[in-house]
């Protein structure tokens, strides 16, 4: 089953379960994770091949709604659903097949869409990383540097860097292979009748206005909003935005 992070202990509400994109981990939402557990359990697991979590030869999208179904189920059986990027296409695709789990569902910033931009930039970064001299996070983030210009990305890389043990929290191989399944999305024929949200950064191209229909063909009962000043790490660039905008949607009568 998947490693996961669990916050708060009330159950008179479902369960939000927070999953994480390519490259990131149950703890990078720590802070969003904490602070919505003061009204309700929140659970973050790391997806197969990520943080703490199994490695696994396949890293497709019916696995890893497979892995957070079993999860889910371990844990009383529906939650309310949050999955941004490559989290929220898993999410989807959970809602998709098993829409009995799912009470509420929000996207953040992605759609169920094939995308043609490539991560294999920061796979061939990270494996450039000498770990053999890396004795603190610093000096790993001193050699991403070389390759990857984006300062906040070199942080957000080496949160899943195990410094001690010196190995990646990624199981690079299996991301590679599978990259064309991360960067696509099943052709599926099913539809999720729950309420759900796309919730976009005003500055990323990734929920475009021609993946409505797209949308609509499996979400029945779907609204769409964005954050402005936010592109597609929302979350982290808006966090009390986002935050906000979970809540309102969590307490929507529907």
């Not at 300062?151 to 890389?157: E, G, M, N």
């Amino acid at each position: 089953m998947l490693h996961y992070l669990i916050h708060g202990t009330d159950t008179t509400k479902p369960p939000l379960m927070i999953v994480h994109g390519l490259f990131g981990s149950a703890r990078n939402w720590n802070v969003i994770a904490k602070r919505m557990s003061e009204t309700r359990t929140v659970i973050a697991p790391d997806m197969r091949n990520h943080g703490t979590s199994f490695w696994a030869d396949s890293h497709s999208y019916e696995d890893m709604a497979r892995d957070l179904s079993e999860l889910i189920a371990a844990q009383g059986g529906v939650v309310d659903l949050v999955g941004h990027s490559m989290g929220g296409k898993a999410a989807m695709m959970l809602a998709l097949t098993n829409p009995s789990q799912v009470a509420r569902l929000l996207v953040a910033d992605i759609a169920p869409v094939s995308y043609t931009h490539s991560q294999q930039q920061f796979i061939d970064a990270m494996r450039a990383v000498d770990l053999s001299q890396v004795t603190r996070r610093a000096d790993a983030v001193a050699q991403l540097a070389q390759y990857v210009e984006d300062k906040t990305l070199q942080s957000f890389f080496t949160q899943s860097l195990d410094v001690k043990n010196q190995r990646w929290h990624y199981n690079l191989d299996a991301l590679e292979r599978d990259m064309d399944k991360v960067l696509s999305f099943p052709d599926i024929d099913a539809t999720y009748d729950g309420l759900t949200l796309f919730l976009s950064g005003a500055n990323s191209d990734y929920v475009l206005p021609e993946h409505r229909a797209r949308i609509k063909t499996h979400f029945n009962n779907v609204k769409f909003a964005k954050i402005p000043d936010a592109g597609h790490w929302l979350h982290a660039e808006q966090p009390h935005a986002f935050e906000a905008s979970l809540r309102a949607f969590l307490n929507f009568e529907a």
